[in-house]
């Protein structure tokens, strides 16, 4: 069974009450599946409109595609 842990929440930039919920969700696909990270938006602050699931595995890439974005924009 899943259990999820949040890890953070951040503001969402450009709104008034928008946030970026981060957690940790343990076995997400059923038994003995890996940990992933969940990455969700709620615009409202409450209900998260989009989620994104990343495993572990793949944060370091992700993170560096992420700053090439930045720095790219």
């Known amino acids: 069974m899943s259990e999820v842990t949040e890890l953070a929440k951040i503001p969402l930039s450009g709104t008034k009450k928008g946030i970026i919920s981060i957690s940790n969700v343990t076995e997400p696909y059923g038994k003995g599946s ?23 595995a793949n944060i370091d890439e992700v993170i560096e595609v992420l700053q090439n974005a930045k720095v790219n924009k």
Do not use: M
């Open 34 to 56: 890996e940990d992933i990270v969940s990455i969700g938006i709620a615009l409202n602050g409450k209900d998260i409109e989009w989620k994104s699931h990343i495993p572990y």
